[in-house]
């Protein structure tokens, strides 16, 4: 199984909607401070069921809205999905893939 993408919309800094694709397995997530890094990781561990806002660097649930900026308004609710692949079974065309948005 693996991560096949990322769909974030209103989650801390990802005001708008935002598709990330991953083509390939993903080795590490790269960029300058205040990209967004942590949050594509903290919008993972969400998804996979993160229970703890202490280690998603919140106090409580509103703190994983997008809170805003001069030229965006703040959002009213975060959703972060996130599509995983997995082979089910072979075929004479090769393997059969099923997807599932989580």
Do not use: H
């Not at 300058?32 to 229970?51: T, Y």
């Not at 972060?80 to 692949?85: I, L």
Request: glycine share 10%; net charge positive; hydrophobic share 40%.
């Amino acid at each position: 199984m693996r991560l096949k993408s990322l769909l974030l919309n209103g989650f801390k800094s990802f005001a708008q909607k935002t598709v990330l694709e991953f083509e390939n397995p993903i080795v590490s997530i790269v960029g300058p401070n205040g990209s967004g890094k942590s949050n594509v990781v903290e919008a993972i561990r969400f998804v996979l069921g993160e229970q703890s806002m202490k280690s998603m660097r919140g106090k409580g649930g509103a703190d994983l809205v997008f809170k805003g900026s001069k030229d965006l308004p703040k959002g009213s609710r975060a959703r972060p999905y996130f599509a995983v692949t997995a082979p089910i079974c072979r075929s004479p065309l090769g393997f059969l893939v099923a997807t599932w948005w989580l």
